[in-house]
């Protein structure tokens, strides 16, 4: 039977903002220490051939850590969404124990397989048309089948850090799931710190295993905590048969949704070397805001929407994702506008230093620049498939993704191969090094492409499976926003372009260009500009929608501690 419209409760608003603000101040903390360990490998190994092999060896063990181990990631979301129901049943020790067991015999068969064919599978990716066209090739080729190795036992952690960290959402603790990942960043800073040497990075290989297992072990004193009847069986409950219907079609979808990355390693390697790894930097940039917002939200709002589900209050789930919706659209309009207008020198102030060249800030900026636009669809389009997740349904992301990997698998052939053929009639030389930053825009101008097609496309079938979302009432705020974004940019580039003007020092070596003239700035004058253009924007921002009377920003208000805060709630209604 559907319950009546009724809004969130002030005790779940209440919970639910102090899981977020805990949760977000963690995340953020934790997100810094991992933009650190960034700056440091970039440091040390630029974008080279060495980059290179770390990259791609992480894309097939370290990303899956990530994804499938992550806040909001398949296993964390299927544990969530079964245990949520299960919990103070006494079969829900039992359950988790099997789940546990079952996710390491097979991750961890996975795991092994991958260690032990790993050259050959590298020989199979190599007769299928994978080619490495950068200079150091023979370098890159041992690098990437030592480092595949080293890292194959990420498979089977990433799954058990999954599991754990479900179990601990549901019992509401989120503190070391959300500091854990400093842990993994921590031990790649100390270990090129212990060991210097840039002629090879295996050191990154093996510091990244020790710090998964590091991440995995801080999560077991809060595990004991939790009031699970812990025992074991070999009979399968029945419990663990719909845990494993909702995880496999997860973690397909999740799999196939990042197939995307897979299909952009491949053509980047035909582009030439460094190509790929330029493309990761740019969307770890991109990634932190985004994974500060995603994790703040869709931790606390995960069981939410389960238990709406689960009572099949359909009208309460439609207006606790258009409030979340509306609320993560709101904080990463203004993080989006920063990166689009000014993406050279966010890249040249912070990585630009021993390896990473002017060369690597170009194409990194490039990339960042197409890639930011993603941003607000992509929070969009994680909160939505949580819905689908709530309602057990994982197997619509997983057909959506299918075609999404269709149309980019199209637009980077596109790019890689037919856009050289037309570009001596747009004034282009294919041949030029600068060509390759066209190149890694367009690839990057497909991602976003797809990050908005599969939003759409997943708010279409929602609206069949539950009735209207009702969208239209965010119609108008979201326009305020989108107002407010652009004024954001467009002060931020003119504060930074004038600062430059009046102070800067111009100098050809540099990968800071304005306006046909390019600067030579200190790193710290530099950052200083860019952090007082920012705040001139972020100020524009938050005062049109002050004007504009937007809920969020009272929403915002109950976050924030201070004379802020009090500035904010006077906008509430």
């Not at 799999?255 to 980047?268: E, N, P, R």
């Not at 939505?384 to 992301?397: C, D, E, G, L, Q």
Request: overall charge positive; some cysteine; glycine content about 8%.
């Amino acid at each position: 039977m559907q319950a009546s419209k009724v809004p969130v409760s002030n005790k779940q608003s209440r919970d639910f903002g102090k899981t977020f603000g805990l949760v977000a101040i963690l995340t953020v903390f934790s997100k810094l220490v991992g933009f650190v360990r960034d700056l440091v490998v970039a440091s040390a190994y630029g974008t080279g051939a060495l980059a290179d092999a770390y990259n791609f060896a992480y894309l097939y063990t370290g990303n899956v850590l990530i994804l499938f181990g992550g806040l909001g990631g398949p296993f964390h979301s299927a544990t969530v969404t079964v245990l949520t129901r299960e919990k103070d049943k006494p079969d829900s020790g039992l359950l988790m124990a099997q789940v546990l067991a079952a996710t390491s015999v097979l991750l961890g068969i996975l795991s092994v397989t991958l260690f032990l064919l790993a050259p050959y599978m590298l020989q199979l990716a190599e007769h299928f048309g994978f080619a490495y066209k950068g200079a150091d090739a023979n370098l890159f080729y041992n690098q990437l089948v030592l480092q595949l190795r080293w890292m194959s036992p990420l498979i089977l952690i990433s799954g058990l850090i999954g599991v754990t960290y479900g179990i601990l959402n549901v019992f509401n603790r989120v503190t070391w799931p959300s500091l854990s990942p400093i842990i993994a960043s921590l031990a790649i800073i100390i270990a090129l710190q212990i060991y210097p040497d840039h002629s090879t990075s295996l050191p990154l290989a093996i510091a990244t295993l020790v710090g998964a297992i590091g991440q995995l072990a801080a999560q077991l004193p809060d595990l004991s905590q939790c009031k699970l009847p812990w025992r074991f069986s070999l009979t399968p409950t029945p419990e663990l048969k719909q845990y494993l219907a909702m995880l496999w079609p997860a973690a397909l979808g999740t799999l196939i949704g990042q197939v995307t990355t897979y299909i952009d390693s491949a053509f980047c390697a035909q582009i030439g070397e460094g190509i790929f790894t330029s493309i990761v930097n740019s969307n770890r940039l991109a990634q932190l805001p985004l994974g500060i917002l995603t994790t703040a939200m869709l931790v606390p709002m995960l069981p939410r929407f389960s238990e709406l589900a689960h009572a099949q209050d359909f009208d309460g789930l439609k207006i606790d994702y258009r409030r979340a919706l509306r609320f993560m659209v709101f904080l990463s309009i203004p993080l989006t506008a920063l990166l689009i207008t000014l993406p050279g020198p966010i890249v040249q102030t912070l990585f630009q230093r021993g390896a990473f060249t002017v060369r690597s800030t170009a194409l990194v900026a490039s990339a960042l620049l197409f890639l930011a636009p993603q941003i607000p669809f992509y929070v969009g389009r994680d909160l939505i498939t949580r819905v689908f997740y709530a309602m057990k349904n994982a197997k619509t992301p997983y057909y959506v993704a299918l075609v999404a990997i269709a149309v980019k698998t199209i637009l980077d052939w596109l790019v890689v191969y037919a856009f050289p053929l037309v570009a001596p009639k747009l004034g282009l030389n294919p041949s030029s090094p600068d060509f390759q930053i066209y190149q890694v825009a367009g690839m990057s101008l497909a991602t976003t492409i797809i990050t908005v097609m599969n939003l759409l496309l997943l708010s279409l079938v929602l609206q069949k499976d539950i009735g209207l979302l009702g969208l239209r009432k965010t119609i108008k705020p979201l326009f305020l926003m989108g107002i407010a974004g652009t004024l954001c940019g467009a002060l931020s580039y003119f504060a930074f372009t004038g600062l430059m003007h009046k102070f800067g020092l111009p100098d050809a070596s540099t990968g800071i260009h304005l306006l046909g003239r390019a600067f030579k700035l200190t790193t710290l004058t530099e950052a200083i500009y860019i952090a007082v253009s920012c705040a001139v924007g972020l100020l524009a921002y938050f005062g049109t929608c002050l004007m504009c009377k937007l809920e969020e920003l009272d929403m915002l208000a109950k976050r924030l501690p201070g004379p802020l805060s009090k500035l904010l709630r006077s906008n509430k209604e």
